[in-house]
């Protein structure tokens, strides 16, 4: 991590965990291209930036279903989630 890109560590892995959780399911990973505009190469080339990080984690965080269910699956509590989008957002 640099000056540039100043992210905690936490905050980052955080991120891309639940960025992990949305590509685990086709479905979901499909719903998440439409709704973002991104697509893979976008997508994998988004991955070091923040406003990126943002959108993908607002994906989980705007659907409550969606955001509690990804919160269980790495392991973390939902407000968790939400308090790392907030310190990533640009």
């Given at each position: 991590m640099t000056s540039e890109?100043?992210?905690?560590?936490a905050d980052e892995t955080?991120?891309?965990q639940v960025v992990g959780w949305i590509v685990a399911d086709q479905h979901r990973a499909d719903?998440?291209?439409?709704?973002t505009g991104l697509d893979a190469p976008a997508l994998r080339a988004g991955l070091s930036d923040r406003g990126t990080l943002t959108?993908?984690?607002d994906f989980v965080i705007n659907?409550?279903?969606d955001l509690v269910a990804c919160a269980e699956a790495i392991g973390v509590s939902p407000t968790r989630i939400v308090a790392?989008?907030?310190r990533?957002?640009?």
């Open positions: 890109y100043p992210i905690s560590e955080l991120a891309l719903r998440m291209l439409a709704l959108a993908l984690m659907h409550e279903a790392a989008r907030d990533i957002a640009p």
